[in-house]
């Protein structure tokens, strides 16, 4: 299935979509009131977009820079091509260790490896501990947003969850009670996992640290009592000195959910005496993209998810419907990059309305480049026959005035050649709306007759 | 060719050419932030904010606000009469039980009422996570007003461990409903002194 | 000052009304404005389908229609902004590149060069504005909601000079409807959604007209508000800004 027919799907239930719409619209607006409280925040965005820009253009020696600081700091330093060799670093530091449970943090990019899974299948436990990511594991989903991980589920589903799972009383759905419960029972794996991995929100070259942002505490909780300590991270995360944080985290949480800060903004410089501290440096696609001049600056995102917040599709589709780790206005530009013939319909389920574009705190041109995909895949990936044909008439017709103006006599050009035109049930467009009414004359005709 | 070198060098193939940096951070002046906006956003996001006036009295506010005889530790000698100065530990999660603990802070930041705290601060790293309760302690002067100072004043200091804490643990995963204390503290106290 | 008239061909063949009030219009308003008979289209129902590499008859086409114009303008935000942004014909590079700064936005032709103030016209009803996106985040027609800057609108300002006329405000007045090109029949249910929302919020502030300076947001809130049977009504701002008393 295509976004097209999940997102069908999806519209099934109206009232679903009504509520799934107005929670995400709710927390843009919350958002803008964060933006609007800060005055120099367009300023903001073109500084952390011209670092982010500077940053692509120098990768290669900050990426070494890093390294060399990092492992000054006693971090270990781990460099994986791929998904799979990210996964197989992973589970070659717990191997090491035998350890066969570990707890994670959030982290997409652990997401977009399927690292859960392969390390399942190779009889590791994983427990995911932020509370949204923990319900769409007991749910056996992937999280549809990449900070609101659950924001597809009501919360008499995740009561039924928890009750399966958690043991809380049935029929409970009460989000304090709810999140009470798996504060319990995440503390006790806490408590006793050896190993914990983090994703990284930003890793300075200058000082060789990163920074790891929740508002749950649960990145810390894990970090701090494990042994083992294994930080995944793309290798677009770097920025060059510590002081740019001051603009990254002004703008993250801002953009995200309309706080000021995420409530724990923990840096990791070394590690805790005795404790083991790697941190895998993952390219995955990325140094692939940063060769494509049109697509390249992608690379800038921060991960705030405020595109899919503001995204009128995203809104009423679902993030499920876009099939890949990262859903929204974002993924769209960034899946066709790992692979564009499975994501291609991605860069079409977009009105190029460009909200996306300007709520982006680090100003990615989101909508250019979905309409800069539409182009690559038509030539790369081919079409139905059925619709390049229409385009080739049309482009006949729209070049040609004449047999614009025959079209448009014998009912109208676009009666003809428009997808949306053609007046039964299995024209897309009449099955909610009607049809625009043939006028007696076009414009053209009644300009001769009036003006000439 | 290793994996990091196969990669380095796609980088160093494909990066485009170099953009200048824009941000140069210079030094910010010794401007302080505002107590009262510091105070504001940290009560919106869950925080207390106290002005005891004086050390005995922020004992008892404290002592009121945890009056049970359960766990509380802390990093600064000031309290010893409060909670236990005198704590080591094997494992980390040997703190699992610990109701309240005290330590102290760098600084505050007033536009998103966040806190610096450094691992000398804390001991040991889980310290200001694992409590159900932190009490945080600042000087009244170091408030600063937004994050560009803060990191003016974090500079190129070393800290093996640092992070900023605004306000206590929480999550709104469910319905966007705000639940306070989801993994780390449940709520947080902060007490400010001349 | 000459004026050439660029009709998108969908106003054309399913709008005229839309293009005779901007015609009739700019001629009020004194301004030497001609419509050249042999246009068609901007190609952007192409080139947003993926399929810019067909565009290239259609922009020389245009090219050479209204190549001997001082401005082009256009009563359709999306046009005019696609062909801000594309129209080029490599025979005639530097022409082509040219005439993109000479294509406006009727209401932005209104502001901006004519520098209107005044406007002879009334519209006694309650009327909605919807802002197509590409003219209000393409082309700059009124400040964005996702922006931290100061609040203009070059519609509404003209709106505004409009005697009798009730302007609602809605609850999101920059939101998309969904009609989006061949999006309104690729993504059906996400569109018509879309859609419905916008018309219920105009519905809500008891609005008589929904008005906006694309057609083709218009012709997308029509089918769905005739398929509702509702009473509130479309009409392109031109025929607002052109609205004599009876």
Redesign the interface.
């Known amino acids: 299935m295509n976004h097209s027919e999940l997102a069908r799907d999806f519209n099934k239930d109206e009232q679903r979509v009504d509520w799934h719409d107005e929670t995400l619209f709710w927390i843009r607006n919350k958002r803008d009131k964060a933006a609007q409280a800060i005055p120099e925040w367009e300023q903001l965005r073109e500084s952390a977009s011209a670092i982010k820009d500077n940053v692509l253009s120098g990768l290669h020696n900050y990426l070494l820079e890093f390294e060399s600081n990092a492992l000054r700091n006693g971090i270990k330093i781990h460099w994986a091509q791929d998904a799979a060799e990210h996964n197989l670093i992973v589970h070659s530091i717990l191997k090491a260790s035998g350890i066969r449970q570990m707890i994670k943090s959030k982290s997409m990019l652990t997401e977009e490896c399927g690292l859960n899974a392969y390390l399942e299948k190779r009889d590791i436990e994983v427990i995911d501990t932020d509370l949204g990511e923990r319900i769409v594991q007991l749910a056996k989903e992937p999280p549809s947003h990449i900070v609101l991980p659950c924001i597809h589920k009501k919360k008499e589903e995740i009561g039924t969850l928890f009750h399966e799972h958690l043991g809380t009383r049935k029929g409970e759905s009460d989000p304090l009670v709810l999140t009470a419960a798996a504060r319990e029972n995440l503390r006790a794996a806490f408590l006793s996992r050896r190993a914990a991995l983090t994703g990284v929100n930003f890793a300075v070259a200058e000082t060789g640290e990163f920074v790891v942002c929740t508002n749950e505490g649960n990145a810390d909780m894990g970090a701090h009592l494990a042994q083992v300590h294994i930080a995944s991270m793309g290798l677009e995360k770097i920025i060059p000195k510590r002081a740019h944080l001051g603009i990254f985290l002004r703008l993250l949480t801002r953009s995200a959910t309309g706080q000021p800060i995420t409530t724990y903004s923990s840096h990791f410089q070394k590690p805790r005496e005795g404790q083991q501290m790697h941190l895998i440096i993952v390219d995955n696609g990325r140094s692939a993209q940063l060769g494509k001049p049109d697509f390249r600056n992608s690379l800038k995102c921060i991960r705030c998810g405020a595109c899919m917040n503001t995204c009128p599709v995203y809104r009423r589709s679902g993030g499920h419907s876009y099939q890949h780790a990262i859903a929204g206005p974002i993924g769209a530009i960034l899946a066709p990059n790992l692979d564009m013939e499975q994501h291609a319909d991605l860069p079409f389920a977009s009105t190029l309305c460009g909200s996306c574009t300007h709520v982006c705190p680090v100003k990615i041109n989101i909508h250019e480049q979905l309409y800069k995909w539409r182009q690559e895949i038509v030539k790369k990936t081919g079409v139905p026959a059925a619709k390049e044909m229409s385009m080739k008439l049309m482009k006949n017709a729209l070049s040609d005035p004449a047999l614009y103006r025959l079209a448009g006599k014998t009912g109208r050009f676009l009666l003809k050649y428009a997808p949306f035109t053609i007046n039964n049930h299995f024209n897309p467009w009449y099955q909610q709306r009607e049809m625009p009414q043939a006028p007696e004359t076009s414009f053209r005709s009644w300009y001769l007759k009036h003006q000439k | 060719m290793k994996s990091r070198e196969k990669i380095l060098s796609r980088i160093l193939e494909h990066q485009p050419e170099s953009t200048a940096l824009p941000f140069s951070p210079e030094i910010q002046g010794n401007e302080t932030g505002s107590l009262q906006i510091f105070t504001e956003v940290l009560t919106k996001i869950g925080g207390h904010v106290y002005q005891p006036g004086n050390l005995n009295i922020m004992k008892d506010q404290i002592r009121g606000l945890f009056p049970g005889k359960s766990r509380k530790i802390t990093t600064l000698s000031l309290f010893s009469d409060l909670a236990d100065t005198g704590w080591t530990i094997q494992s980390p999660s040997e703190l699992k039980d610990v109701e309240v603990a005290i330590i102290g802070a760098h600084f505050g930041v007033a536009e998103n009422g966040a806190l610096w705290i450094t691992e000398d601060q804390m001991k040991q790293r889980v310290v200001p996570f694992i409590c159900q309760h932190l009490v945080l302690l600042l000087e009244k002067k170091e408030i600063l007003s937004d994050m560009k100072q803060a990191y003016s004043r974090i500079g190129d200091s070393t800290y093996g461990f640092g992070t900023f804490i605004s306000g206590p643990s929480k999550t709104a995963d469910i319905e966007q409903s705000l639940v306070l204390g989801a993994h780390g503290p449940k709520s947080l106290h902060v007490f400010l002194l001349d | 000052m000459k004026v050439g008239l660029f ?1 998108p ?9 839309a ?2 009030a901007s ?1 009739q219009l700019l001629q009020k308003l004194g301004v030497d404005v001609h ?1 050249p ?5 901007c ?1 952007q ?14 922009n ?2 245009f090219l050479k229609n209204f190549q001997a114009f001082d401005y082009i303008v256009s009563p359709s935000g999306s046009c005019v902004l696609h062909l801000k942004e594309h129209l080029e014909v490599p025979a005639a590079e530097q022409a082509s590149l040219q005439m993109r700064h000479k294509i406006y936005e009727l209401t932005e032709f209104l502001t901006d060069i004519l520098k209107l103030e005044h406007l002879d016209a009334s519209f006694p009803f309650r009327v909605g504005l919807h802002l197509g ?2 003219g209000q ?2 082309l700059g027609l009124a400040q ?6 100061p609040f203009f609108s070059k519609p509404l300002k003209l709106l505004n000079m409009i005697r009798d006329i009730q302007l609602v405000e809605l609850d ?1 007045p ?3 409807c ?18 419905k ?1 916008r018309v219920a919020d105009h519905q809500r502030q008891g609005a008589d007209y929904i008005t906006s300076t694309d057609m083709s947001c218009l ?2 809130l ?3 508000l ?2 509702n049977k509702s009473h509130i009504r479309v009409l392109h701002i031109a025929e607002i800004l052109n609205h004599k008393d009876k």
């Open positions: 009709v061909c969908y106003v054309d063949q399913f709008y005229p009304g293009a005779i015609l419509y008979l042999n246009q068609t289209c190609g129902p192409m080139a947003n389908s993926g399929f810019e590499h067909l565009t290239l008859g259609c020389a086409l996106c590409h985040r393409g964005m909601s996702e922006k931290v800057a999101r920059d939101e998309c969904g009609f989006g090109g061949t999006f309104c029949v690729a993504e059906e249910a996400v569109s018509v959604k879309m859609g929302d012709m997308h029509e089918g769905i005739k398929r």
